[in-house]
Nanobody, 127 residues
Framework: QVQLVESGGGLVQAGGSLRLSCAASGLTFSSYTMGWFRQAPGKEREFVAAISWNRGNGYYADSVRSRFTISRDNAKNTVYLQMNVLKPEDTAVYYC????????????????????WGQGTQVTVSE
């Protein structure tokens, strides 16, 4: 059974940092593009970042580019999201997800592209 488990969320002051982790099991992790999405109360789920399965290239939403960094450790089956200079508008539940297809980066910014999701971890940024 494929499973994704996020951790690392919490409460932080504006300007602070957090590192989210997502541990994967039940899939050939190194073959999948992985993504991070977030959903704030009353808003739709939105793309945050993705990392390709092959070269580990990172792709970012404009709102987080230069502040967030996505990375992966295929030996540990884990994807990370380093979040710096956090802002109150970053407050949301953060989800990691695995692409539906192996060896594919296609449409990485769409939630419809991902077939497996974690349970989410809450990130709250105070003023």
């Amino acid at each position: 059974q494929v499973q994704l488990v996020e951790s690392g969320g919490g409460l932080v002051q504006a300007g602070g940092s957090l590192r989210l982790s997502c541990a994967a099991s039940g899939l050939t992790f190194s073959s999948y593009t992985m993504g991070w999405f977030r959903q704030a109360p009353g808003k739709e789920r939105e793309f945050v970042a993705a990392i390709s399965w092959n070269r580990g290239n990172g792709y970012y939403a404009d709102s987080v580019r230069s502040r967030f960094t996505i990375s992966r450790d295929n030996a540990k089956n884990t994807v990370y999201l380093q979040m710096n200079v956090l802002k109150p508008e970053d407050t949301a539940v953060y989800y990691c997800a695995a692409h539906k297809a192996r060896w594919s980066l296609g449409d990485y910014g769409s939630s419809q592209t991902y077939g497996v999701w974690g349970q989410g971890t809450q990130v709250t940024v105070s003023e």
